[in-house]
């Protein structure tokens, strides 16, 4: 694997644990109520919470760091944790444009708990976002501005 494959999957995992605590632990704790991604990526999978979990945890260490390295990358402004930033951001407008009114939770998480679940999802993806940002780097290693 090279260099940049294994650092954009280290910033996956690192984001992914970030997210996923956010969604169980500070969820709660800023909403009052957990943001139970894996129970609804189930429920549309037709599987069990596993299920669920493995999908937003292969998207998160997987597919989204690579996407971010080799595709996005290039089109975004400013340092790499920026960069991470504003793909956190995509992800979390994907999310709630197109993804939770799929899995039942409305435009906006209008069906899950409205504007506060919201946010809280763009904090965990923000989160991640310089997480992944951050630890991935630029193409070639680079961890400052390109």
Do not use: C
């Not at 493995?54 to 760091?65: E, T």
């Not at 990358?73 to 992800?91: D, H, S």
């Not at 919201?118 to 940002?133: C, P, Q, S, T």
């Amino acid at each position: 694997m090279n260099s940049q494959v294994t650092k954009s999957i280290i910033g996956g995992v690192v984001g992914t644990i970030l997210l996923t605590f956010m969604m169980y632990v500070g969820a709660p704790v800023m909403i009052g109520q957990k943001l139970d991604m894996a129970a609804r990526l189930s429920s549309a999978m037709g599987g069990g919470w596993l299920l669920g979990m493995l999908a937003h945890v292969g998207n998160g260490i997987v597919i989204f760091p690579l996407v971010y390295a080799f595709i996005v990358y290039r089109f975004l402004p400013g340092p790499p944790w920026l960069r991470g930033i504003v793909w956190g951001v995509i992800l979390w407008l994907v999310l709630q444009v197109v993804m939770m009114p799929i899995l039942g939770g409305g435009f906006f998480s209008s069906a899950a708990g409205g504007g506060k679940v919201a946010m809280a999802a763009l904090i965990g993806h923000l989160v991640y976002g310089v997480a992944l940002g951050a630890i991935a780097g630029g193409p070639g290693g680079h961890t400052e501005t390109d």
